[in-house]
């Protein structure tokens, strides 16, 4: 199973940033897919998911009406799409997946996680 993370780089505030998770090795349509991120010297937070069907995005009140979630099942590939971006939203983000949404999310607990890809918000 593989989750394939990219799209990550420097941008400045106020700035946008799409992400891309490419899923290789599981039946795609079986899983929420979503994101985490984790700042230096920080817990690792959960940002975004969205249901299997496309139709439920879960957002953290942190990100919400700036960054959208969406997936393309027949790609096998989730989408993050970050706006107005500020220097707070630094972080290594992670592309999750997980056959539920709930406690798993909110405590870390995914079944599959993917590599990170960094996002860096200058000022």
């Known amino acids: 199973v593989q989750l394939q993370a990219s799209g990550g780089g420097l941008v400045q505030a106020g700035g946008s940033l799409r992400l891309s998770c490419r899923v290789a090795g599981l039946t795609f349509t079986e899983y929420v897919v979503g994101w985490f991120r984790q700042a230096p010297g920080k817990e690792r937070m959960f940002v975004a998911a969205i249901s299997k069907s496309g139709n439920f995005p879960y957002y953290a009140d942190s990100v919400k009406e700036r960054f959208t979630i969406s997936r393309d099942n027949a790609e096998n590939t989730a989408y993050l799409q970050m706006n107005s971006l500020e220097p707070e939203d630094s972080a290594v983000y992670y592309c999750?997946?997980?056959?539920?949404?709930?406690?798993?999310?909110?405590?870390?607990?995914?079944?599959?996680w993917g590599q990170g890809t960094q996002v860096t918000v200058s000022s």
């Open positions: 999750a997946a997980d056959p539920q949404f709930g406690s798993t999310w909110y405590h870390k607990t995914v079944e599959v």
